[in-house]
């Protein structure tokens, strides 16, 4: 009977083997093709420039295919309309700690409330993109918030991210910047790559701390870049290489666009960088400041982009051969533990009957 069951455990062991991808950070260090693209070059084209100085108002900024962020809590803090300005110096999005906030959405008066943009919109609970792309070139000139207590990023995004089973191919969350650095090590950036889900038992990140030798969080607009090819994720600050890239395996689908500011009450932030606690500010360094936006496509990456149907999520059976190795296992060990019982027992016997 314990054969059997070994048998059927090393057997369930070979089949998880065989369908759950490896899960390796693979940076290879090849910066040979790193470099900024030549956009004026062959086979690159503009999808997307949005130049948010020139933006006036909300519904300019929609007919851009830019949304604010979804209305409501975020985590300790408020994402509302309430708090994105234009101006000519670019879009704002303040952040800030109030006693008195009136919105039909929030539904609280006493809070800290900040937001972000992107390009996709919920409409009856479902996620629309109003601009997506897989591949290509995308570049943001922002000037990052100096305050305590916050962070802001630049990111994409898919509908597929919380999808188990392809790796990263079939959408993963790229960071290509989040400002979490300022209160400690203000000439670093951080980059990161979400896949499988965001709760264990599946879920992986890779991410990566760059220190660019400037001071990022000066109150000067820079410019943070990402060139995804079908192989490779290569991330820029200023137009210097940060990371070069493929964890997960690289993905293939298209991604939404995301800029957003963050705000905890923990003192820590992403990459576990110390943040402080939020505090207003009425010297702007709250302030998340877009300046531009612009995204470029190749016409060498279009035949490698991949539908969102072509990838299934794998996550029920993975789950189901998880609690069956686990109950076999079980079964296993309580079998060892029944068989080691009774060769005592009967060796205490044997002692017996030989007095």
Known sequence: ??????????????????????????????????TLPDLSSDGWYETMHTDFTQIKNMEELNAQGWIPSTHGLRNYEYWCDQMIEFSD????????????????????????????????????????????????????TVIVPRGSGMWSAFWLQSNQCGQVGSKG????????????FMQENPTKTGQAIHYDAYDAPFYHCGDNIADTGKNLYDGEEHTYALKWTPTRYIMYVDGEVVWNTNYGGVSKTPEFLRLTTEIRDTGWGPYGQPIGHFENRDDGANDFIIKEVKVYQNKAFESHIKSPDDFKDMEKIYMTLIIVSSVIGGIAVIAVATIIIRLIVKKVKNKKGNK
């Not at 800030?96 to 800290?112: A, L, P, Q, R």
């Not at 191919?169 to 979490?180: A, M, N, R, V």
Request: aromatic share 10%.
């Open 1 to 34: 009977m314990m054969k059997k069951y070994i048998a059927s455990l090393l057997a369930l062991i070979v089949i998880l083997l065989s369908v759950v991808p490896a899960f390796a950070l693979d940076i290879d260090g090849d910066f040979e093709s790193s």
């Open 89 to 140: 110096e670019g879009l704002i999005i303040h952040s800030e700690m109030k006693s008195e906030h009136y919105c039909d959405v929030c539904k609280v008066t006493d809070g800290v409330f900040t937001s972000g943009i992107e390009t996709r919109k919920t409409v009856d609970n479902e996620s629309i993109m109003t601009f997506s792309q897989a591949f290509g070139y995308f570049e943001a």
């Open 169 to 180: 191919e079939d959408g993963s969350e790229i960071d290509i910047f989040e400002s979490s």
